[in-house]
């Protein structure tokens, strides 16, 4: 076995092994999953209350209007005045008093009503008490005018634009923010795996620096092949750990659809027709074409080339970063020393994540969109927010593509040939936390 | 061809220090060779180029006669001064992991290693994690790995620091064995007692500059200064000390056992105690008569203080 295959061995076993690295893989799903229960719980206890307001209606108005709904309902005050309503309010504990005054007109009682309420209230209460009086101001002003209100509501349209490529493929409204969505989650997935598992790797330099077993270990390898095998051990833990979590996810929605008697046929129908959809359109319903259009949509962009694409970036990406973790982790005693050195790599990641999410969405071929997924350090996370886009006409430019793989592998032969200098010299260093001049000096041993 | 190692006008610098400054040496097979010099001489930075960690500026290294290359490092066993283990994992598959990266098939690694356990008595340590060891323990294990792919260059700094006596007797006379089955070492130390004991040849970096080298031996000759230690048994104080202050250079000297013995250093002018000796001939009985031959520590401090 050559010595880089045995460190990569070992340095995946000592990860694999680690207790907390066990405990996480199989907690962590868990945890994601009690999170979305906790949270769709609590939600759905927020909503489950039940507010109670009171009206007090003193106009000739709005005597039938506010009825209860599932969130609210509402009590009928009548022949007191405002102060004994507003004390009863309290003392019932209802959320709220509603007070419409007597007004000789519409108009008038609609704006000198008032909502009193102990605290600001929600904002979802507030709209649909506004909903109310705005519904009954529109009907009394298309009397006015002389409107029916089936007339009216004949002249509603919720209109929408129908948006086309050049080639006449049709382009649905939102596909480009679910594609962008797709390559989001892509990109955020690259994030968190560069965080996570260059920390990894930074605290497996920094214990072989303070466990003083560095200097044993490079009197028989290379300091460079050491580095090597422990990115690539610390990162193939990392997949191992990804690939169980992927693979359980699958478990957990077998059993999901074998508890919940889910037909399975019934949610490869939509997708196992789109190719034959070109002819057949014309006769489903509108909603359903939609709903198809979407899906066909969602078929056609080029997942195998984007998979593709996710394991180049991912890789060099991946490399870039953890070589400098491992460079930091050498020149450092212990882990409280590498704040200083940490942030200006996390620095870059955040930009590619904000930019991608408040630029990509809205102009995936804008200049800023092409700026970034040209520079190396925030590439391969914004390209492949760009990517399900397609490459060639409508998409990435094929030139963009290769340039900034291209800027990445250089970058990468570069970071890694600084990286392996420090950490060469970094892993023989003790009792000094060295400064970013240190490092430079480093570079010219 | 009698040289394990050579080493040509080595130089190194780091940034505007120099680490090492033109250092020749030449390590003859099957000894023991004492690297000797106070803190920061560049003694590690001279080992560290021999275990081919970090590369000379100028000068090169000659390991049994042929250029010093990337396939000589499993030839070389080299146990750190600054040495520790993975604390979190086994005893047994660490030892077997290291003599890996030198090389050995994990078969040979592993019967190699039942044998040396058994030898040091540690056979129960294998599966061991090493943060349950002690220090002294964890050593042993690290002596166990630099030796075990039986390089034909042992390089050992500081190698009985951490252990106790008994253990440090046990490593030593490990190290002694090494030597006789044609192993060379190199031995870096602070410790001139056991340079006294153990080496053959000795080395003596100051200041990035080799300042003496060669068999300890001959160096003790060479830096001998005539002292004679001298015992003489006398009836009573009969002016023989002042005949004899008049005549040669005494150093110090006094009487004991009621003025019956009279002990004294001298300084003769050189090594031929012939005069001094014909001189003292019917004047007294000479019931001693040593030469002071210098300590590998007097050696040291003298050679770098007069530097």
Request: aromatic content about 12%.
């Amino acid at each position: 076995m050559s010595k880089l295959s045995l460190i990569i061995k070992r340095e995946y076993l000592a990860k694999v092994r680690n207790k907390s690295f066990v405990v996480m893989t199989f907690l962590s799903p868990i945890l994601m999953v009690g999170m979305v229960v906790l949270i769709v719980y609590l939600t759905k206890i927020n909503d489950g209350e039940i507010r109670t307001i009171g009206v007090l209606n003193e106009s000739n108005y709005f005597s039938t209007d506010f009825q209860g709904t599932e969130s609210t309902s509402f009590v009928k005050f009548r022949d007191i005045d405002l102060e004994a309503a507003k004390d009863s309010i309290q003392k019932m504990g209802f959320y709220g008093l509603l007070y419409i005054p007597n007004e000789p007109d519409l108009e008038q009682v609609a704006s000198r009503s008032y909502f009193y309420s102990k605290d600001a209230p929600g904002s979802s209460i507030v709209a649909n008490l506004e909903n109310v009086f705005k519904d009954r101001l529109r009907l009394q002003r298309l009397q006015e005018l002389g409107v029916s209100v089936s007339d009216f509501e004949s002249v509603e349209n919720n209109f929408e634009i129908n948006t086309s490529s050049f080639s006449g493929e049709q382009n649905l409204k939102g596909i480009t923010e679910i594609k962008a969505f797709i390559g989001g989650a892509f990109g955020y997935l690259i994030m968190m795996f560069i965080i996570i598992y260059g920390g990894f790797v930074m605290r497996s330099v920094i214990e072989e620096k303070t466990t003083r077993i560095i200097e044993v270990i490079i009197s028989s390898v290379k300091p460079f092949q050491l580095m090597l095998g422990k990115i690539i051990g610390t990162s193939l833990a990392g997949v191992t750990q990804f690939a169980i979590w992927i693979v359980s996810a699958f478990l957990m929605f077998g059993v999901l659809i074998l508890v919940f008697d889910i037909d399975p046929s019934g949610l490869n129908a939509g997708a196992s027709n789109t190719p034959g959809l070109v002819g057949g359109a014309a006769y489903v319903t509108a909603s359903d074409s939609a709903i198809q259009l979407y899906a066909n949509e969602l078929f056609r962009i080029p997942w195998l080339m984007l998979v593709c694409f996710f394991v180049i970036y991912f890789v060099l990406g991946y490399l870039i970063y953890s070589s400098i973790y491992a460079a930091i982790g050498a020149a450092v005693d212990n882990e409280t020393d590498t704040q200083q050195f940490i942030f200006p790599i996390i620095l870059p990641l955040m930009l590619a994540i904000y930019v991608g999410f408040f630029s990509v969405f809205n102009n995936p071929h804008g200049p800023i969109a092409v700026g970034f997924s040209l520079f190396p350090l925030t590439s391969p996370i914004v390209m492949l927010m760009r990517l399900p886009g397609g490459i060639g006409e409508g998409g990435v430019p094929i030139w963009e593509v290769v340039v900034s793989i291209l800027l990445l592998i250089i970058t990468f032969i570069g970071i890694v040939w600084l990286a392996a200098k420090i950490y060469r010299v970094g892993i023989l260093m003790y009792g000094k936390k060295p400064s970013y001049r240190d490092l430079l000096k480093w570079l010219k041993y | 061809m009698n040289n394990i190692l050579v080493a040509n006008e080595v130089s190194k610098q780091f940034g505007s220090h120099i680490a090492l400054n033109k250092v020749s040496l030449e390590i003859p097979k099957n000894s023991i060779y004492g690297l000797l010099g106070p803190n920061g001489a560049g003694k590690t930075t001279l080992i560290r180029i021999i275990n081919q960690i970090i590369y000379p500026d100028k000068g090169a290294i000659f390991f049994d006669g042929k250029p010093l290359q990337s396939q000589h490092i499993s030839m070389i066993g080299y146990l750190p001064e600054e040495r520790g283990l993975y604390k979190s994992m086994k005893v047994g598959e660490q030892a077997l992991y290291l003599a890996q990266l030198k090389g050995l098939s994990k078969s040979d690694a592993k019967s190699r290693l039942k044998y040396w356990f058994d030898r040091l008595e540690i056979g129960d340590w294998w599966n061991k994690k090493i943060q349950e060891l002690s220090k002294g323990m964890a050593q042993k294990i690290q002596f166990i790995v630099t030796v075990l792919h039986e390089p034909k260059l042992l390089i050992f700094d500081e190698p009985f620091s951490g252990f106790d006596p008994i253990n440090a007797n046990i490593i030593k006379d490990e190290i002694l064995q090494l030597r006789d089955k044609g192993t060379t070492i190199i031995f870096s130390t602070h410790r001139m007692e056991s340079v006294e004991e153990l080496c053959e040849y000795i080395a003596l970096v100051h200041k990035s500059e080799k300042i003496l080298d060669g068999k300890l031996s001959d160096i003790k000759r060479a830096y001998k200064n005539n002292i004679y230690k001298v015992g003489l048994g006398v009836q009573s104080a009969n002016g023989l000390l002042e005949d004899l202050k008049g005549k040669f250079e005494i150093l110090s000297s006094e009487y004991v056992d009621d003025g019956l013995q009279l002990n004294f250093t001298v300084q003769l002018p050189s090594d031929d105690t012939g005069p001094f000796l014909s001189h003292l001939a019917g004047k007294a009985n000479v019931n001693n008569f040593t030469e002071t031959i210098p300590s590998a520590n007097d050696i040291f401090i003298r050679t770098v203080q007069s530097k």
